[in-house]
Nanobody, 122 residues
Framework: QVQLVNSGGGLVQAGGSLRLSCAASGRTFSSYAMGWFRQAPGKEREFVATINWSGSNTLYADSVKGRFTISRDNAKNTVYLQMNSLKPEDTAVYYC???????????????WGQGTQVTVSS
C-alpha cells in the first residue's frame, strides 16, 4: 500500500506560478512511477504529466508542455509539479498517482492522492 497526500494548491492570477507536492508513505516510493492528473468541473480526469521511478524520463500533456515540470525526490518520498505561466483553463483539482510504469492512462495507476484545488483567475 502507498498513501499519497497532495498539497500546494490555491488561488493564483493568470501568468502566476504554483508548486504542488505529493508526499508518499508506505511501500518503497522509489519503485513507483508517478503521475499528475487533473479534473475540471464537468470534465473527465485528464493526464498532465508522469515521471518514471528514477526521474530520468518524463512525459507531458501537450496543453502543459513547456509550462509545467514534474520532478521527484526519492529521498523525501515526494513528487512535485511546478506550474508556471498558469492560465484560467488550468483550473482544476489536481491529483497525484502512483503506478507500476509511466503512463498517460489513469487506470495504470493503483494509488491516488486526495486532490488539491488549483484556481487560476483571469
Amino acid at each position: 500500500q502507498v498513501q499519497l497526500v497532495n498539497s500546494g494548491g490555491g488561488l493564483v492570477q493568470a501568468g502566476g506560478s504554483l508548486r504542488l507536492s505529493c508526499a508518499a508513505s508506505g511501500r518503497t516510493f522509489s519503485s513507483y512511477a508517478m503521475g499528475w492528473f487533473r479534473q475540471a468541473p464537468g470534465k473527465e480526469r485528464e493526464f498532465v504529466a508522469t515521471i518514471n521511478w528514477s526521474g530520468s524520463n518524463t512525459l507531458y500533456a501537450d496543453s502543459v508542455k513547456g509550462r509545467f515540470t514534474i520532478s521527484r525526490d526519492n529521498a523525501k518520498n515526494t513528487v512535485y509539479l511546478q506550474m508556471n505561466s498558469l492560465k484560467p483553463e488550468d483550473t482544476a483539482v489536481y491529483y497525484c498517482a502512483a503506478g507500476g510504469s509511466s503512463s498517460w492512462f489513469s487506470y495504470e495507476y493503483a494509488y491516488w492522492g486526495q486532490g488539491t484545488q488549483v484556481t487560476v483567475s483571469s
